[in-house]
């Protein structure tokens, strides 16, 4: 499943951390890619050490741990330290799959990665191309998001990046291990929770009603993470 998460920054936010990616040192993105992937590569990447990474990574970090629609999409475990890239002038990532583990050079953590991110530090008419197109069961959808909007894939998902024919497109990029491994399981458990902060939140249905659908949807909530949660 896709899941948008919109605003993990606002606009004065993006503003401020995209000044500092562009004053940043950019090298060949192939750096960070498998063996298979290199060949069809073609970006410019922040080197993963490079002080501006880690401390606008730290910023994503902070920004994630605090909201309440990636927790409950995700579910993360361990978040894999965000990369950035920027693609122009005709670059582009050919059809993929993410590799299955990622080891983190400078500290060299390792984590299965369940959950791919995007996060959109361009907004779309700055660019044009540069969709983000994720093959699922139901096809390809495409993805080209405002900036400080994010988007979650499963990491089993082909996917590519269309060339950007103008402009620029700085963007974020980091995989999560989650507590929930199964997408299938990950996706019953998000939508269980969706339902219930609906009916928590809702003033229109009968009180009592809306009461025991919360309670009874909160303990099959917890019952299912119980069930499935790897720590
Ligand atoms: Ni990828």
């Not at 992937?37 to 990574?57: L, R, T, W």
């Not at 096809?139 to 402009?167: F, N």
């Not at 009180?207 to 303990?219: C, D, F, I, P, Y």
Request: proline share 5%; glycine share 8%; aromatic share 8%.
């Amino acid at each position: 499943m896709l899941i948008a998460v919109p605003q993990v920054f606002s606009k004065d936010q993006v503003r401020e951390l995209r000044a500092a990616l562009d004053r940043a040192d950019w090298v060949d993105g192939k750096v960070t890619a498998g063996h298979q992937s290199a060949q069809n590569k073609f970006n410019s990447q922040i080197p993963e050490n490079h002080p501006v990474a880690k401390q606008v990574g730290d910023v994503i970090l902070q920004a994630l741990g605090a909201n309440p629609l990636f927790r409950s999409a995700a579910l993360p475990l361990r978040v894999f330290p965000p990369l950035f890239n920027r693609y122009a002038g005709g670059q582009t990532f050919g059809t993929h799959v993410d590799n299955a583990i990622r080891t983190h050079g400078p500290t060299g953590g390792r984590i299965r990665t369940d959950l791919s991110c995007t996060l959109f530090f361009s907004e779309p008419d700055e660019y044009d191309g540069g969709e983000l197109v994720v093959e699922d069961t139901y096809g390809a959808k495409s993805v080209k998001l405002p900036a400080g909007d994010m988007i979650l894939y499963p990491s089993t998902s082909l996917h590519h990046v269309t060339p950007v024919t103008r402009g620029a497109r700085v963007s974020s990029f980091f995989w999560l291990q989650s507590m929930i491994r199964q997408d299938a399981q990950r996706t019953l458990l998000f939508d269980l929770d969706t339902a219930i902060q609906r009916l928590a939140g809702s003033s229109e249905a009968d009180a009592a009603e809306v009461k025991q659908s919360t309670v009874q949807l909160t303990g099959v909530y917890h019952n299912l993470l119980r069930q499935w949660a790897e720590l």
